[in-house]
């Protein structure tokens, strides 16, 4: 395995757990939907955490997209 293989693959390895983590911190889409704790929730908290999530989700979309193309990379490399 070259040298070129491995940093790639280090690299997909990375991109990977990165893509697990930018999941995991996003809110789930049911959240706040329940009328004990949706009552809480203020204007501002609501639109601070939707453009947090929008920023996750975009994120996300472009970490995955890195990560599909590292693994055809890779793919055509073995």
């Given at each position: ?24 911190f ?53």
């Amino acid at each position: 395995m070259g040298t070129l293989t491995t940093a790639m693959t280090v690299l997909q390895l990375l991109v990977g757990l990165a893509i697990i983590l930018m999941v995991l911190f996003q809110s789930g889409k049911s959240e706040g939907l329940g009328v004990i704790g949706g009552a809480a929730d203020t204007f501002l908290a609501k639109s601070k955490a939707k453009s947090l999530d929008a920023k996750l989700a975009r994120g996300t979309k472009w970490v995955g997209a890195v990560f599909i193309v590292l693994t055809l990379v890779l793919n055509i490399l073995h």
